[in-house]
C-alpha cells in the first residue's frame, strides 16, 4: 500500500483528499504547514507528497526544496495543489522537481490518476 503525506493549511481539504484517497487504498497522512510537513517526510518516508503551494506557515516550494535536499527523501514525488494562476509560483513549483501541478477545484478522479501514474501503480 503506497504512503501518501498530504500537506494543506486548509483542514477541510486536507480531510476531504485523505478520505478519498484511503478510499482508494492509500495509506495517507496529513500535514497542515510546510515545516510540519519537512519533520514528517523525513519521519515517515512517504512513497508520496500532495502539497499545498500557498500556505502560511511555510510556502509548500520551500518546504518541496528542503525535502529534496534531505538525503532520505530526495526524489520523493511531489504533486502540488494550487488555486494560484500565478506562472511564477508554477516554474517554481517545476524548478523543484514537481511530478505535476493540479488546479483547485478539481476532480478526485484526476487526483487518483495523476497518483497512479506517479507511481506507477494499478
Request: proline fraction near 4%; avoid cysteine; glycine fraction near 4%.
Amino acid at each position: 500500500m503506497s504512503k501518501i503525506l498530504i500537506v494543506d493549511d486548509d483542514k477541510k481539504i486536507a480531510l476531504a483528499l485523505a478520505a478519498r484517497l484511503k478510499a482508494n487504498g492509500f495509506d495517507v497522512r496529513t500535514a497542515h504547514d510546510g515545516m510540519f510537513a519537512v519533520s514528517f517526510a523525513v519521519k515517515e518516508q512517504p512513497d508520496l507528497i500532495i502539497m499545498d503551494i500557498n500556505m502560511p506557515a511555510g510556502s509548500g516550494i520551500q518546504a518541496a526544496e528542503r525535502i529534496q535536499n534531505i538525503a532520505s527523501t530526495t526524489g520523493v514525488p511531489i504533486i502540488f495543489i494550487t488555486a494560484s494562476k500565478d506562472p511564477a509560483l508554477r516554474a517554481a513549483a517545476s524548478e523543484v522537481g514537481a511530478a505535476a501541478i493540479l488546479d483547485k477545484p478539481f476532480e478526485s478522479e484526476d487526483l487518483v490518476s495523476m497518483i497512479r501514474s506517479t507511481l506507477h501503480v494499478a
